[in-house]
């Protein structure tokens, strides 16, 4: 383990505090994760705080939690167009993408007591839309949002669709939908609980044709599709959202510079983290993996056909 450094964290963290929130999470489960980690020499030196989310999103389940850490990192380090150049002042597609779609977490919680995600395309033009360089910050969003709160109950994710057009839909590929589903679904330590898309235009319809194939029963069945906010009454107050959309949760653009701001100081926890959270193939016991391991042969792809 000598010259391998500790993942660092973006914000003050105490194990003793969390584990006092989190009862059901024992140290010695943290201890035991830890060494199963450490023999695993192609992964990183794990912070306790990723431990805890990884036991705490598998329901402190320890097989779970151990296939999790194993995805987490291995995807992280082999699909580069999502988790590469995170350095939130040093490329120029991804201030692109901070000014074409916008993500935070709201503040209140949904009526089960989830975190509430809020997403919008705030530039409609499709033009200005990298399906790659969108999911890039939106990921880096949420690994802040998940690092600063710790374990907790769980989230639910609301995307207002409202400007979703078919030339979005013409920028996003089968194989980067793949890698985006198989990510949230195998490998971010979140408990995560529904998934809600208002505003929808019918041209939702194709993008979820694209993702379904590579969704598991229980990640499809937490999506619900609204066309009216009455039916995300059920689920979400509508006053936590964004004034725009209808609640008092303040002003898009607000909420959006708060975010921005967030992210350019936490600029040197990106190009830290970028560093240290990668897998070494080379140290990996048995056969290295590769990107076609994890997701198959690009070539696949070409026969889907989009009704």
Known sequence: MAGKKMLPLPYPFSLEEALKKNPETKTSDIGMLREWCEKQQHLPIISDLHLLLFLHSNYNSMEAAKNTVENFFT??????????????????????AFNTAFTTQLSGLSKQ?????FGKLIDGDSSHYSFEECTKYFFMISDLIGLKNGPCDGYVFIGDASEVSLGHVGRMSPMGMKKL???????????LKEIHFINTPPVMDVIMNMAKPFMKKEL???????????????????DLLPSEVGGKAGSISQLHEEQMKEID????????????????????????KT?????????TFKKLEID
């Not at 589903?181 to 408990?191: N, S």
Request: negative net charge; glycine residues 6%; proline residues 3%.
């Open 291 to 299: 990107a076609n391991d994890l997701f198959g042969v690009e070539g």
């Open 75 to 96: 995807i992280r380090s082999h699909v580069p167009e999502f988790f590469a150049n995170r350095d939130p002042l040093g490329s120029k597609e991804l201030r692109q």
């Open 220 to 238: 499809w069945s937490m999506i619900h599709l609204h066309s009216s906010l009455k039916t995300l009454e059920e689920f979400v107050a509508v």
């Open 181 to 191: 589903v198989m990510y949230v679904q195998e490998a971010i330590p979140v408990r």
């Open 113 to 117: 007591g989830y975190n509430v995600l």
């Open 265 to 288: 100081d936490k600029r040197e926890w990106f190009i830290e983290e970028e560093k240290l959270s990668r897998v070494d193939e080379s140290l990996r016991i048995g056969k290295s």
